[in-house]
């Protein structure tokens, strides 16, 4: 079973469009994240959702919008699309641990977005 | 998030063991050392972490120097599956969001 899952795989679309990525983790976990990684490889938080409750928005434009209908998904919703948002997404979740320190982030497999 | 810094680049020959640098001088005596790699084409994994004594786990050792302003992620016998960029990260817990750096790209030689 995949532990953190999202769909698309690929994404291909044209400036100006709206999109959605969607991300399921079945690992029962309470924290779930975006990241965005671009051209140049660099990884960056985007958001961080802890039991449906947003917690970190790293300056990302207000055209993102992430959702989280349920502790197992954050879907992140995507409103005109620009060329600089061509990147790879991907989702991630954890779960604090008893020590309150070092619990693991589990990664999806990403979602390759080009905006043409 | 306290800085690491890593060699951009490293080698190694496959079955041979590898050891990957990150500095950390920095470091806070709250933040743990957490180490993940992204092979190609794939999602960041998960490795190892530790606070202030060495680990072992099934993938690596991490070695933790004395006064945690350095670390090293052991690999013991690279294989060819290893080849991916190894992020050595500081963060205070595993349920805060991580700060990657560029990482070490590790080559590994059949």
């Known amino acids: 079973d995949t532990a953190v899952s999202q769909t698309p795989k690929y994404l291909v679309t044209q400036m100006g469009n709206d999109k959605s990525i969607k991300c399921e983790q079945n690992l029962g976990h309470d924290t779930m994240y975006w990241y965005k990684q671009d051209s140049k490889k660099f990884l960056k938080i985007m958001f961080s959702y802890n039991n449906k409750e947003l917690i970190i928005n790293e300056t990302v434009p207000n055209r993102f919008s992430p959702k989280s209908p349920d502790k197992a998904h954050l879907n992140l919703h995507i409103n005109s699309l620009e060329l600089g948002d061509s990147a790879v997404y991907f989702c991630a979740s954890s779960q604090l641990g008893f020590s309150g320190g070092a619990d693991e982030q589990f990664f999806g497999p990403g979602t390759r977005l080009t905006v043409l | 998030d306290a800085k690491t810094t890593q060699p951009n680049s490293m080698e190694s020959n496959e079955e041979e063991p590898v050891h990957l640098p990150c500095n950390h001088s920095?470091?806070?005596?709250?933040?743990?050392i957490h180490w993940y790699r992204q092979l190609p084409s794939q999602g960041p994994e998960y490795v190892i972490h530790?606070?202030?004594s060495n680990v072992n786990n099934r993938m690596a050792s991490l070695a933790i120097a004395e006064d945690r302003k350095s670390s090293t992620l052991i690999l013991h016998r690279a294989t060819l599956r290893d080849a991916a960029v190894y992020y050595c990260i500081l963060t205070i817990s595993g349920n805060t969001p991580l700060v990657f750096g560029k990482g070490t790209r590790l080559s590994v030689i059949a």
């Open positions: 530790g606070l202030t």
């Open positions: 920095t470091i806070s005596g709250t933040d743990y």
